[in-house]
Nanobody, 116 residues
Framework: VQLQASGGGLVQAGGSLRLSCAAS????????MGWFRQAPGKERRLVAA????????YYADSVKGRFTISRDNAKNTVYLQMNSLKPEDTAVYYC??????????WGQGTQVTVSS
């Protein structure tokens, strides 16, 4: 499975960005897509996750009500709409694909910088 993330950038606090992650290859071997982020000096953490089928969605408490994860199965693409961005959202964002055993396919990461 290959993952291509895009959509990062520099935005002022309170602004919005939309990340995209296009999956290709053996996507049928996965059932879940996720967005992780890693700030300098911190661990990589799961931000949001969505199943390819069904309505199961997860959000970290820090982004609930501000971020929305969605998918387009026809395009094998997952999106992360980020609104009301805060400086603490600054990180490299990674998309990942996996199954019930965990995430084992990773995209290249895209930088999100939120200025105050």
């Amino acid at each position: 499975v290959q993952l291509q993330a895009s959509g990062g950038g520099l935005v002022q606090a309170g602004g919005s960005l939309r990340l995209s992650c296009a999956a290709s290859g053996r996507t049928f071997s996965t059932n879940t897509m996720g967005w992780f982020r890693q700030a300098p000096g911190k661990e990589r953490r799961l931000v949001a996750a969505i199943r390819w089928t069904g309505g199961s969605i997860y959000y970290a408490d820090s982004v609930k009500g501000r971020f929305t994860i969605s998918r387009d199965n026809a395009k094998n693409t997952v999106y992360l709409q980020m609104n009301s961005l805060k400086p603490e959202d600054t990180a490299v964002y990674y998309c990942a694909a996996g199954s019930d055993g965990g995430f084992n396919h990773w995209g290249q990461g895209t930088q999100v910088t939120v200025s105050s």
